[in-house]
């Protein structure tokens, strides 16, 4: 079942993903040689709290920490632990809040330092896929739109969407429906409408597109060890267009999705 938002609950879940925006910005700005996903999860927790946010993925199904940090061949739900950060690497944080019991949902994939001219192409490919879907996020059409435009764009670049791992709705629960694949065809799919809220969620893989999870029965990595990219936001289906709901807030680069 498909739950639509009014303008007020619009505003909460834009409220919180605010706080999403500023834990990913925080969190980014700790992020360098040296510091352990541990630490930065550590910061997350602290940062969401000072801000009376609660950090959604905390207990969500026994999920162990307060953020997913999921660093290179890790697609997403990667636990933090003592792994230390090098550059080079793509790290991903992926941060759910509840604030004032609505959530929203966000993740971006920070390169460490001088990175491979083969990462910083996934990391463009997979903001290029994200804005593409979320420019379909127009009511009158339908997921399989989003999703074939955001395929389209990784693909062409000789990339590959992860097809076992699908955005959602988002609300006042983590996950609502519909399904938000990354792959599709036009014209098929859920109809979007005017007050739904949605977490589009491109995660794409430099290899293939198959995965495997991990014995912790979370982390979920590419099967050919492949370097991976995450990047989604909340968008709102609004009378004026896509709303981003979780807007990026002091990152480095001008433009950034
Ligand atoms: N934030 C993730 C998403 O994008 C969900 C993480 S669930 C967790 O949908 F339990 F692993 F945190
Ligand atoms: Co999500």
Same mark, same amino acid.
């Given at each position: 079942?498909?739950?639509?938002?009014?303008?007020?609950?619009?505003?909460? @879940?834009?409220?919180?993903?605010?706080?999403?925006?500023?834990?990913?910005?925080?969190?980014?700005?700790?992020?360098?040689?040296?510091?352990?996903?541990?630490?930065?999860?550590?910061?997350?927790?602290?940062? @969401?709290?000072?801000?009376?946010?609660?950090?959604?993925?905390?207990?969500?199904?026994?999920?162990?920490?307060?953020?997913?940090?999921?660093?290179?061949?890790?697609?997403?739900?990667?636990?933090?632990?003592?792994?230390?950060?090098?550059?080079?690497?793509?790290?991903?944080?992926?941060?759910?809040?509840?604030?004032?019991?609505? @959530?929203?949902?966000?993740?971006?994939?920070?390169?460490?330092?001088?990175?491979?001219?083969?990462?910083?192409?996934?990391?463009?490919?997979?903001?290029?896929?994200?804005?593409?879907?979320?420019?379909?996020?127009?009511?009158?059409?339908?997921?399989?739109?989003?999703?074939?435009?955001?395929?389209?764009?990784?693909?062409?670049?000789?990339?590959?969407?992860?097809?076992?791992?699908?955005?959602?709705?988002?609300?006042?629960?983590?996950?609502?429906?519909?399904?938000?694949?990354?792959?599709?065809?036009?014209?098929?799919?859920?109809?979007?409408?005017?007050?739904?809220?949605?977490?589009?969620?491109?995660? @794409?893989?430099?290899?293939?597109?198959?995965?495997?999870?991990?014995?912790?029965?979370?982390?979920?990595?590419?099967?050919?060890?492949?370097?991976?990219?995450?990047?989604?936001?909340?968008?709102?289906?609004?009378?004026?267009?896509?709303?981003?709901?979780?807007?990026?807030?002091?990152?480095?680069?001008?433009?950034?999705?």
């Amino acid at each position: 079942m498909i739950i639509r938002k009014s303008a007020r609950e619009i505003q909460k @879940i834009a409220a919180a993903g605010a706080l999403v925006a500023e834990t990913i910005a925080h969190v980014g700005s700790l992020l360098g040689p040296g510091v352990t996903t541990e630490e930065l999860d550590s910061a997350a927790a602290a940062f @969401i709290r000072e801000r009376d946010g609660i950090p959604t993925s905390e207990g969500y199904k026994g999920y162990p920490k307060a953020i997913c940090i999921s660093p290179n061949d890790v697609v997403v739900h990667g636990i933090p632990d003592g792994y230390v950060v090098a550059e080079g690497d793509l790290v991903t944080l992926d941060v759910g809040v509840t604030l004032d019991g609505y @959530i929203a949902d966000s993740a971006y994939t920070f390169g460490v330092g001088a990175i491979a001219p083969e990462s910083q192409s996934l990391l463009d490919t997979g903001q290029n896929a994200l804005a593409a879907g979320i420019a379909e996020a127009v009511a009158g059409n339908r997921v399989g739109d989003l999703s074939h435009a955001v395929q389209m764009v990784v693909e062409r670049a000789g990339f590959s969407v992860v097809r076992s791992l699908v955005g959602h709705g988002v609300g006042r629960h983590y996950h609502e429906d519909p399904h938000i694949p990354n792959f599709g065809e036009p014209g098929r799919g859920p109809l979007l409408s005017e007050g739904m809220t949605i977490a589009i969620e491109p995660m @794409i893989t430099a290899g293939d597109s198959e995965v495997a999870v991990m014995d912790d029965g979370w982390t979920i990595r590419t099967a050919d060890g492949s370097m991976s990219a995450h990047f989604e936001h909340t968008v709102a289906i609004t009378a004026e267009g896509p709303r981003i709901l979780t807007p990026r807030v002091g990152l480095a680069r001008s433009v950034e999705v």
